[in-house]
């Protein structure tokens, strides 16, 4: 029911090619329930796909700070050395990404590349491995509260997070 990355080949020495189960429709185990996937799938074209190191450990959690700039407005930096960092992008086409059902589901699936040259250590552990989970990062417009679930309604794609091997994935 989680989200992963695989690899799909090695294009060369600079780059892989990879498909990416980016998040799917119904409840999880934050309590969200993204709505209308099919209508907003497409907000992932062209995102960054990223990380975050700490330390030698590959891939942690959806890494920034909230800081406030001079104007008083809030917003999510990513200076600190544990940030999460640009490895990759999801691809700009419109066939890059397609909804597929599974399982009673709707998943977004898109295709990306990541950048061998500038994180050889992630994406060779991805090959050797095959796979790591992945975390969608949405701006949510518009949503509604049904009990103990946030529905969201009107929403958009920012990225894509590979977390550590350690930590659960949600949507």
Known sequence: VCGELRVLQKDNDLTYSVEIEVMRSGVNRNNWDYRNIKEFAWTFCGCPILTAYVGSKIGDGHNMDRKIDADGNEYYSTMSPYAERIV????????????????????????????????????????????????????????????????????????????????????
């Open 88 to 171: 990759g992008c999801i691809g700009d086409k419109e066939e890059d990404i397609r909804v597929e059902e599974k399982d009673g589901q709707e998943w977004i699936i898109a295709r990306g590349k990541l950048w061998r040259f500038y994180h050889k250590e992630l994406v060779d552990k991805i090959a050797s491995q095959g796979r790591m989970s992945v975390s969608a990062e949405t701006e949510v417009f518009e949503g509604e509260k049904n009990g103990n679930t946030d529905v969201y309604t009107n929403w958009r794609g920012l990225g894509v997070t590979i977390l550590g091997d350690d930590v659960a994935p949600a949507i």
